[in-house]
């Protein structure tokens, strides 16, 4: 490789313009009652989304949820898919082990994966701190009589577990 190349190449590294987000889209779930207070879709730089963002109700505020899926193992058995809390095999009704899912670092259980996440804590606070003024300008929109909510399919999985 030529000296130059490379100069150029961390020149333009450190130069790099870091992500922004360009629009957050939300939509509030009505039910009250419900942890889950809204679906969110971010798009970043203006071209590319990710989907099913959730903004949760913790115990110290809100709080964002990146878009995760259930993990699964496979039955001792017949090899069927099961969740990690299923008790018997959704394929052949074997009793199925306890306990089978990871524990994290405060012992427990893992059963969800974030689909897309942050990879450091600048932009997940940037994210969190982007959708969360986004939801509060909804559900400020909300009060008014002639308020649309935004068109959005929701996702139809369980609230992740909360994470505080
Ligand atoms: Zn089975």
Excluded: W
């Excluded at 959730?54 to 809100?62: A, D, L, P, Q, S």
């Amino acid at each position: 490789m030529v000296k130059g190349s490379c100069f150029v190449g961390s020149r333009l590294l450190s130069e790099a313009k870091k992500m922004e987000i360009s629009e957050v889209r939300v939509k509030l779930v009505a039910n009250k009652d419900d942890r889950l207070k809204a679906f969110c879709s971010v798009t970043m730089d203006n071209e590319f989304v990710v989907r099913d963002i959730k903004v949760i109700e913790g115990t110290g505020g809100f709080f964002v949820a990146m878009p995760s899926r259930k993990m699964s193992d496979h039955c001792e058995k017949c090899g069927g898919k099961n969740h990690l809390r299923a008790k018997f095999c959704n394929n052949c009704g074997a009793s199925l082990p306890e306990n089978r899912a990871r524990k994290d670092i405060k012992g427990r259980m893992k059963l969800h994966a974030d689909i897309a996440h942050p990879i450091n804590a600048e932009c997940r606070r940037k994210i969190q701190e982007k959708v969360t003024a986004a939801f509060e300008e909804e559900v400020e929109k909300s009060k008014q009589p002639d308020y649309k909510p935004v068109e959005m399919d929701e996702p139809d999985d369980d609230i992740p577990e909360v994470i505080s």
